[in-house]
């Protein structure tokens, strides 16, 4: 009986010793090791750089002003009505994108401005604004100061005042060639008398007193893609 009791309390022990020595491994085992440490990220910003170009004297976010003179409606065309002469393109401004986004253009025409008369009475000063139109072109390569007959170059694309031009300014490099054209057209059409008299006056009083016609063109832009190109 006593041998067995010793037996049991050997087993026993055994058992003990091998539960902690089980302990020691299943701790090693599922151990949870942790570390800390910090680090940064950051993304560069595209450079955003679209301007009116070629004119040291514009304020940069201020309209550019385009002016023509020596307009006159063409004399040969006196039996037409209404007679109507324009100025042939001429290159008004450029619009250079330097960033690195692509960028979608607006033009628009702002205020007509017309140099010279002190005062209007008859005529009045819508009357005469009213004779003469612009049409704006744009090219994306340099054509020169001026363009004789603008609607039929092929390598200018009409634009409408306050629509976005139909492809996007490249990035980095890209630049647009605006051309402006004004149209003198004679008031032939609404006068009265021997071959509209009343339109020769109009534009008599107009070539001695108007010595020139000037818009304002602003332009907004916006990115056009997503990544720098």
């Known amino acids: 009986m006593t ?7 050997r087993i026993l022990l055994v058992i003990v010793a091998l539960t902690l020595i089980s302990f020691c491994f299943i701790g090693t085992t599922l151990a949870r090791y942790a570390s800390e440490n910090s680090g940064s990220a950051s993304t560069g910003v595209a450079k955003w750089a679209v301007a009116f170009t070629g004119d040291a004297t514009e304020t940069e976010g201020e ?3 385009a002016s023509f003179g020596n307009l006159s409606p063409a004399q040969e065309a006196y039996a037409d009505t ?21 960028a979608y253009i607006t033009l628009t025409v702002g205020g007509e401005t017309l140099a010279g008369p002190g005062s209007y009475s008859d005529p009045t000063e819508d009357e005469v604004k009213a004779l003469f139109d612009i049409k704006l072109y744009y090219a994306t390569s340099d054509l020169g100061d001026s363009v004789e007959s603008p609607s039929s170059e092929g390598s200018l694309t009409a634009i409408t005042s306050g629509t976005q031009i139909g492809t996007a300014l490249a990035a980095t490099s890209g630049t647009f060639y605006i051309y402006g ?11 009265s008398g021997d071959q509209g008299a009343a339109a020769d006056a109009l534009d008599t009083w107009v070539g001695e007193n108007v010595t020139s016609v000037s818009y304002e063109i ?10 720098p190109a």
């Open 181 to 191: 054209e004004v149209i003198w057209s004679s008031a032939d059409a609404e006068s």
């Open 82 to 102: 209404p007679r109507t002469n324009s100025t042939g393109g001429k290159k008004i401004a450029e619009i250079a994108n330097t960033g690195a986004v692509d």
């Open 63 to 65: 309209p550019q002003t």
């Open 218 to 227: 602003s332009y907004t832009a916006v990115q056009a893609s997503e990544q």
């Open 3 to 9: 041998n067995k009791k010793k037996i049991v309390s």
